[in-house]
């Protein structure tokens, strides 16, 4: 348990709410009073004070706030309310809220922002989110760079390499996940760069690189129990090394993994000449999802609709798992289709938890 945890963050709340009303124009302390409220789950209160703060001081801190706070959450819409102003409803029991995606909020906000080049490089790096969002890879890129020159992180350079992959540049790709992978414990644990950079390795055939790093990984992934195992056989997949990928599948409980990863398996089980692991694999697959299926059916307090559901998406599983056994034995190799995770983190400002011990305004 951290020391955030430990707070009282509800009593924390009602002092600051009396702050708040003692001083009204205080942008700062709005800030960190949505910030207290999204601790406590109360998103709706919280936008509210950074809309609020924004409208009294809309300074470069204050806007990018709502801007950031549209595009992590969204905007709330209210229901079922008096003629009272936003504050005064929000003090009623029964208000009701509807969330809805603020995506162009959010990107007119940080777009407006950019333009003074703020020396901070959390709005470059949500902008190059936005633009990723909207697959303009070229757009990301250059505000992704901008953002590296002020402060490189695991997000951003990870991200800049999401877009080179994109884009096909793959030694540029794999710098960038290979630079992201050495920030990861500053702020982030995710081990998704340095699969990245495996799979450009393996990919661009730099075969001894790549056996190295997913070498690593599975040593990582097993000690950080991230269950990455079936991500990190595609990386020998890719070199050809059969016998490394079902060393690797072979270990793993498929009631826990997606059949999604069954063409490369198969596929290395069938280059190996173990046919009958596939048909041992695919039966016993097949049979599971089956068995589940009726039980859901035959369950009298499941939602029709929800059984008509699992029906169609069984069916579609098992279709595909056939298919799959049919095609490997075929000899047509399935093809890796790799797509690398966008990474991500809170880019509040003044965010006491995850970007200063003491909430404050960074200087930007």
């Known amino acids: 348990m951290s020391k955030y945890d430990e707070k009282d963050f509800e009593k924390i709340a009602l002092q600051m709410q009396k702050q708040v009303k003692e001083d009204p124009n205080n942008v700062q302390l709005r800030n960190e009073l949505a910030i207290v409220f999204m601790e406590i789950n109360q998103y709706e209160d919280a936008f509210f004070q950074l809309q609020t703060a924004a409208e009294i001081k809309p300074s470069v801190q204050t806007l990018y706030n709502l801007g950031y706070f549209y595009f992590a959450k969204g905007k709330p819409i209210i229901e079922d309310i008096g003629s009272g ?6 003090e009623e029991e029964e208000m009701s809220y509807t969330w809805e995606i603020a995506d162009k909020e959010a990107f007119d906000i940080v777009e407006d922002l950019l333009k003074n080049k703020p020396r901070h490089y959390f709005p470059y790096n949500v902008m190059g989110e936005m633009y990723i969002k909207k697959e303009k890879y070229e757009e990301a890129i250059g505000i992704l760079e901008e953002a590296i020159t002020l402060t490189p992180s695991l997000e951003n350079l990870n991200n800049l390499g999401l877009c080179y ?32 950079y495996g799979i450009c390795l393996a990919n661009l055939g730099r075969e001894s690189e790549a056996k190295e790093a997913a070498k690593e990984l599975l040593l990582l992934s097993e000690k950080e129990e991230e269950e990455l195992e079936a991500d990190i056989a595609e990386i020998y997949y890719i070199l050809e090394d059969y016998e490394e990928v079902v060393k690797i599948y072979s270990k793993l409980d498929w009631r826990f993994y997606s059949e999604e990863f069954f063409p490369t398996y198969f596929y290395s089980l069938w280059k190996l000449s173990k046919t009958q692991e596939i048909e041992e694999l695919a039966s016993k697959t097949i049979q599971r999802k089956e068995k589940d299926m009726k039980e859901v059916l035959q369950d009298p307090e499941e939602e029709e609709e929800f059984k008509i559901e699992c029906e169609e998406v069984t069916k579609e599983d098992i279709a595909f798992i056939k298919n799959t056994v049919k095609e490997v034995y075929w000899g047509k190799a399935p093809v890796v289709r790799y797509e690398p995770t966008l990474e991500t983190r809170c880019y509040l400002y003044g965010c006491f938890r995850h970007t200063d011990v003491n909430p404050s305004y960074f200087s930007i």
């Open 165 to 196: 992959y994109k884009k096909g540049r793959l030694p540029e790709a794999a710098e960038c996940f290979r630079k992201a992978h050495l920030l990861r414990f500053s702020n982030n644990y995710s081990l998704f760069p340095f699969l990245s």
């Open 85 to 90: 102003s936003f504050e005064e409803d929000a």
